[in-house]
């Protein structure tokens, strides 16, 4: 089972860029969903964009499609999440999420219970 670390989040001003990396323990994330959740205060986890490593197949939520980018370093074993013209509602702790182990087709990537193991999360807020 892999062990997730993530960094990048900071404080910023609507419109700016941030990029989010999730590194990853283990012998490797081939074959893996993997992803960035986040979650506001009041609010549920949500998932923001995900990817199963061995078809590179990704899912944007609606909300973020077009201005955020996962990007995947499997040598290096680091998932990234660059967002763009960030909005003061993208403010939330923002968490890499895993598959538990491999998994061999891309289909269980859909759905959000594939996701069970967590990083401790970076915080990103946008200020107006």
């Keep these: 089972q892999v062990q997730l670390v993530e960094s990048g989040g900071g404080s910023l ?9 999730c590194v990853a323990s283990g ?8 992803g960035w959740f ?6 549920e986890r949500e998932r923001v964009a995900t990817v199963y490593t061995g078809s590179r197949v990704t899912f ?3 909300s973020v499609e077009v201005r ?7 040598p290096k074993k680091t998932l990234y999440l660059e967002m763009n013209s960030l909005k003061p509602e993208d403010t939330a702790m923002y968490y890499c999420s895993a598959s538990r182990g491999q998994i061999w087709s ?15 999360g970076t915080q990103v807020t946008v200020s107006s």
Excluded at 68 to 74: A, K, Q, V
Excluded at 106 to 120: D, E, I, N, R, Y
Aim: charged share 10%; hydrophobic share 30%.
């Design 68 to 74: 955020f980018t996962l990007s995947l370093d499997l």
């Design 38 to 43: 986040r979650q506001a205060p009041g609010k």
């Design 60 to 62: 944007y939520a609606d």
């Design 13 to 21: 001003q609507a419109g700016g860029s941030l990029r989010l990396s």
């Design 27 to 34: 012998y490797t994330i081939s074959h893996y969903c993997m």
């Design 106 to 120: 891309g289909g269980p990537c859909s759905s959000v219970t594939a996701f069970q193991t967590w990083g401790q």
